[in-house]
T-cell receptor
Framework: KNQVEQSPQSLIILEGKNCTLQ??????????LRWYKQDTGRGPVSLTI?????NTKSNGRYTATLDADTKQSSLHITASQLSDSASYIC?????????????FGTGTRLKVLA | DTEVTQTPKHLVMGMTNKKSLKCEQH?????MYWYKQKAKKPPELMFV???????INESVPSRFSPECPNSSLLNLHLHALQPEDSALYLC??????????????FGEGSRLTVL
């Protein structure tokens, strides 16, 4: 069964600190992996998209890495801000299904404290 | 314009009511999706429309009825819902196939409460 697992489930850090969120997946064949930020009660907003041939991609203070061999991805947030408090969701496209299915991880809830 | 617009933002309805959620995008995307999201859970796929035809129905109860009047609009008709259907309903769109690297854009969601 195709799965996407994220860790930790929740994380509390102080403003200005860095943090790294993890995503492990078993989706195969794999098409691409996305990281989304979702504020409470709002729609998810895309941070990065990576195909199997990409190892790293940055978007401002967000840097995603991908190891397609070990099926692991991470999202590193640098110099965190209060506005980074949100859920971060890892989403993997299942190319093998030939349809339009995106497999969502359960998310990491990040809280940044002043 | 890279937006998916959903209305209404909030909806409260009784179990005997009939209501609709609406979604609109003007990015020329040919795939549109409805997701249901409960608190602290990831979005769950409900329906996918591809080129205005229903492509995927994830065994959703018939009290939810999707409609795609044209390539820019997606509706979700609601009838005889149950309190457990209360959730955030998200609309999304993408260029076409999931296998490409195109963006999957989400709307802000419609918060539904069934009394």
């Amino acid at each position: 069964k195709n799965q996407v697992e994220q860790s930790p489930q929740s994380l509390i850090i102080l403003e200005g600190k860095n943090c790294t969120l993890q995503c492990n997946y078993t989706v195969s064949p794999f098409s691409n992996l996305r990281w989304y930020k979702q504020d409470t009660g709002r729609g998810p907003v895309s941070l990065t998209i990576m195909t199997f041939s990409e190892n790293t991609k940055s978007n401002g203070r967000y840097t995603a890495t991908l190891d397609a061999d070990t099926k692991q991805s991470s999202l590193h947030i640098t110099a965190s801000q209060l506005s980074d408090s949100a859920s971060y969701i890892c989403v993997v496209s299942d190319q093998g299904s030939g349809t339009y299915k995106y497999i969502f991880g359960t998310g990491t809830r990040l809280k940044v404290l002043a | 314009d890279t937006e998916v617009t959903q209305t209404p933002k909030h909806l409260v309805m009784g179990m005997t009511n009939k209501k609709s959620l609406k979604c609109e995008q003007h990015m020329g995307h040919r795939a549109m999706y409805w997701y249901k999201q409960k608190a602290k859970k990831p979005p769950e796929l409900m329906f996918v429309y591809s080129y205005e035809k229903l492509s995927i129905n994830e065994s959703v109860p018939s009290r939810f009825s999707p409609e795609c009047p044209n390539s820019s609009l997606l509706n979700l008709h609601l009838h005889a819902l149950q309190p457990e259907d209360s959730a955030l309903y998200l609309c999304a769109s993408s260029q076409d196939r999931a296998a490409n690297t195109g963006e999957l854009f989400f709307g802000e969601g419609s918060r539904l409460t069934v009394l």
